[in-house]
């Protein structure tokens, strides 16, 4: 792997992984009725378009496909050719059809305690029709963008299935960027309209959501209507509002009708933009389709989480504003009609023991978060989780980032009472849908292992060349053939689609996933991490590229290299060093802060370091590449590695003597 990309500490680590050999088997009742048995995987590697056609039929479709993959011009896939669906019927109207209207589809909790509502499936199909022909009144239409930014309410959902339903893909912007990050994702998709609220809930405060949308519509033109929820009843401010462009939810929706006929679209119609980090400065907008996303979302739902949607209530703690809250929250349980918890807030808000009373109140059965969440929920000890009755739990899932295996055990020990399967679950926004996991009534899981790819789905660790590596080694991880959600291409960039994931191996068909991980003895997958300049704070993807940039951007800058340290509780922190300018004056508390609060703006709060040192030189290569491997070696506190490649070794002894100023 690359000098950026490998810190000294991934061999050691990799050891200590390798050497965990605790395993635990699915439980007998949950193998004996499992949704997917072991011969799924021999079944679909044989004929796997009948495979996939077969996972197609979960939904509803118009118009059949007459072709299962055109894959003719590859990176270019199409799937289910010719075939034509409506997701928010597949999500909504069918269910109720189906006589399964007053089915309760969503347990939503705000996080104000006893601020609670449920909606029953004719709810939401009459919520969403309300929506569907509201957003069609201010102007939008097949195709057009939508963006969505807003709290984790009712209204999140509906919209984004009100888009689906008339043909504007959505983008849904998480509530934690700035105005900054919020303009450019609208601008790159030219949003016409955007979904907001006037502020939600966090920590027991309410914070304001609306200002940042109008912040943005100074820095970009493209908005012609902005939609406010009313949420926390904030004051908007003196300017805050513009009859010209916002409207009111409660005049616009509650106010339309309930009756909507969705049309069918073509399965390659647009189904949404979501952006991430990529390796440069401009986040990603990743373009999903219809049919192949739909059936992913779904087939893994049902297949991961072993979902019977008779008796499960399903919750999933992330937020919409990531992709898992857009395969695990809106798409694939609603296509499977599950009944699920959503929840506004925190988890341990107003209470540490908030999520456990949640799993305690709703008897949720099937439980999928992340191991930073595990992490710190870890340090608080058994004690809070013991108060609570969660013997309704069947399956536990973890995604965003790579499982530590104590993490694994407390989870499956403390929460699932020994009784769970741990589903550790390895996808990307990129992906759309979960492709290497355990199957909670076929593995064995191994703590800290995503095991092997699900059936359909065929993924492989390699070496530079792009061969296999033998078990026991390790090297980039690839999926090597397409997948019905796979992403179709980069909003607006064909040609970065094609460089960024399908031009790192010569062999043509490679989907380079920019993840480093290692087969075991068995044959195994453990992901270990990006191999890019990709971080992963939280289980969120942070660009080390974006950050610099924004530091950059700040008068008092010069230069400045982040890395990604490994951090307990956050799996890895922010750490930037940044060298000032000669007029900015000598650094000190302020500045730091100053800087600290300039990232905060430019990106948002999920970004801002946890550390940043000013210093006078950055270590960098003949070549003048800076060698991030060395100044992660100083954020994690370990002797400085190899130096000899640097220009001048001696800036490393200056930042490493704590010459640097830091927070
Ligand atoms: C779903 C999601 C994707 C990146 C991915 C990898 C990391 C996600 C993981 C995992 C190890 C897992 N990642 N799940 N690493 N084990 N089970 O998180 O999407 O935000 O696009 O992040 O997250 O590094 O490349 P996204």
């Given at each position: 792997m690359s000098d950026q990309t490998a810190p000294s500490s991934t061999d050691q680590t990799l050891a200590n992984l390798l050497k965990e050999d605790r395993r635990f088997e699915p439980p007998a009742e949950l193998a004996a009725a499992a949704n997917v048995t072991a011969d799924a995987y021999a079944a679909a590697k044989t004929d796997r378009e009948a495979f996939w056609a077969e996972q197609a039929d979960r939904l509803s479709w118009d118009t059949r496909w007459d072709r299962v993959l055109d894959w003719d011009n590859p990176p270019f896939a199409k799937w289910f050719v010719g075939g034509k669906l409506n997701a928010a019927y597949n999500c909504v109207d069918r269910h109720v059809e189906a006589g399964r209207g007053d089915k309760v589809a969503i347990h939503w909790v705000g996080e104000p305690e006893g601020d609670t509502r449920d909606l029953t499936y004719a709810d939401l199909q009459r919520e969403v029709s309300k929506a569907a022909n509201a957003l069609t009144a201010l102007g939008v239409g097949t195709g057009d963008r939508v963006a969505i930014y807003l709290p984790m309410i009712p209204e999140a959902v509906v919209t984004m299935l009100a888009c689906a339903r008339i043909g504007a893909p959505h983008t849904v912007v998480f509530g934690g960027f700035s105005a900054d990050a919020l303009a450019s994702r609208l601008d790159d998709c030219q949003a016409k309209v955007v979904v907001t609220a006037d502020g939600g809930y966090r920590r027991g405060a309410a914070s304001a959501l609306k200002p940042a949308v109008d912040e943005a519509r100074t820095k970009t033109d493209v908005v012609e209507k902005v939609l406010v929820v009313r949420r926390t009843g904030q004051d908007l401010g003196e300017n805050g509002w513009d009859d010209a462009v916002d409207v009111w939810w409660h005049d616009a929706v509650d106010n339309a009708s309930d009756q909507h006929t969705p049309e069918a679209f073509d399965a390659e119609h647009p189904l949404y933009v979501m952006y991430t980090s990529g390796t440069t400065g401009k986040p990603k907008g990743i373009l999903h389709?219809?049919?192949?996303?739909?059936?992913?979302?779904?087939?893994?739902?049902?297949?991961?989480?072993?979902?019977?949607?008779?008796?499960?209530?399903?919750?999933?703690?992330?937020?919409?504003?990531?992709?898992?809250?857009?395969?695990?929250?809106?798409?694939?349980?609603?296509?499977?009609?599950?009944?699920?918890?959503?929840?506004?807030?925190?988890?341990?808000?107003?209470?540490?023991?908030?999520?456990?009373?949640?799993?305690?109140?709703?008897?949720?059965?099937?439980?999928?978060?992340?191991?930073?969440?595990?992490?710190?929920?870890?340090?608080?000890?058994?004690?809070?989780?013991?108060?609570?009755?969660?013997?309704?739990?069947?399956?536990?899932?973890?995604?965003?980032?790579?499982?530590?295996?104590?993490?694994?055990?407390?989870?499956?020990?403390?929460?699932?009472?020994?009784?769970?399967?741990?589903?550790?679950?390895?996808?990307?926004?990129?992906?759309?849908?979960?492709?290497?996991?355990?199957?909670?009534?076929?593995?064995?899981?191994?703590?800290?292992?995503?095991?092997?790819?699900?059936?359909?789905?065929?993924?492989?660790?390699?070496?530079?060349?792009?061969?296999?590596?033998?078990?026991?080694?390790?090297?980039?991880?690839?999926?090597?053939?397409?997948?019905?959600?796979?992403?179709?291409?980069?909003?607006?960039?064909?040609?970065?689609?094609?460089?960024?994931?399908?031009?790192?191996?010569?062999?043509?068909?490679?989907?380079?996933?920019?993840?480093?991980?290692k087969k075991d003895d068995d044959g195994d997958i453990w992901v270990l991490g990006r191999v890019d300049d990709v971080m992963n704070v939280s289980g969120h993807r942070l660009s080390t590229t974006e950050i610099e940039s924004a530091l950059v951007s700040h008068p008092k800058v010069a230069e400045a290299a982040v890395v990604g340290a490994s951090d307990p509780d956050t799996g890895q922190a922010v750490v930037a060093y940044v060298i000032l300018r000669n007029d900015a004056g000598d650094g000190g508390a302020e500045i730091v802060k100053e800087l600290s609060d300039h990232v905060r703006k430019e990106i948002g709060p999920i970004a801002k370091p946890r550390q940043i040192m000013i210093v006078p030189e950055l270590p960098k290569t003949r070549s003048g590449k800076i060698m991030r491997r060395l100044l992660r070696d100083v954020a994690e506190g370990r002797q400085v590695g190899d130096t000899q490649t640097l220009a001048d070794a001696s800036i490393m002894d200056l930042i490493s003597a704590g010459q640097a100023t830091s927070t």
């Open positions: 389709t219809t049919g192949g996303y739909l059936t992913g979302a779904a087939y893994t739902h049902h297949a991961v989480f072993d979902l019977k949607p008779e008796t499960d209530v399903y919750w999933c703690t992330a937020d919409i504003g990531w992709v898992t809250g857009h395969s695990y929250i809106v798409y694939g349980p609603l296509a499977n009609g599950v009944t699920q918890v959503l929840y506004e807030g925190t988890p341990d808000s107003p209470e540490p023991g908030r999520w456990w009373k949640i799993i305690q109140d709703y008897k949720v059965s099937l439980f999928y978060t992340a191991p930073t969440a595990i992490r710190s929920f870890m340090k608080q000890g058994s004690e809070i989780p013991d108060q609570y009755d969660m013997s309704s739990l069947r399956i536990l899932g973890s995604v965003g980032e790579p499982i530590n295996p104590e993490a694994y055990v407390w989870y499956r020990h403390v929460i699932g009472g020994d009784r769970t399967p741990v589903v550790d679950t390895w996808w990307q926004t990129e992906t759309g849908a979960v492709m290497i996991s355990p199957l909670p009534g076929v593995t064995a899981g191994k703590p800290g292992s995503a095991m092997t790819a699900i059936p359909g789905i065929e993924a492989d660790v390699v070496d530079d060349e792009g061969n296999s590596v033998p078990n026991g080694s390790g090297g980039y991880l690839v999926v090597t053939s397409p997948w019905p959600s796979m992403l179709r291409t980069i909003w607006g960039d064909d040609d970065r689609y094609v460089d960024t994931y399908w031009s790192r191996f010569k062999k043509e068909g490679f989907y380079f996933a920019g993840d480093g991980a």
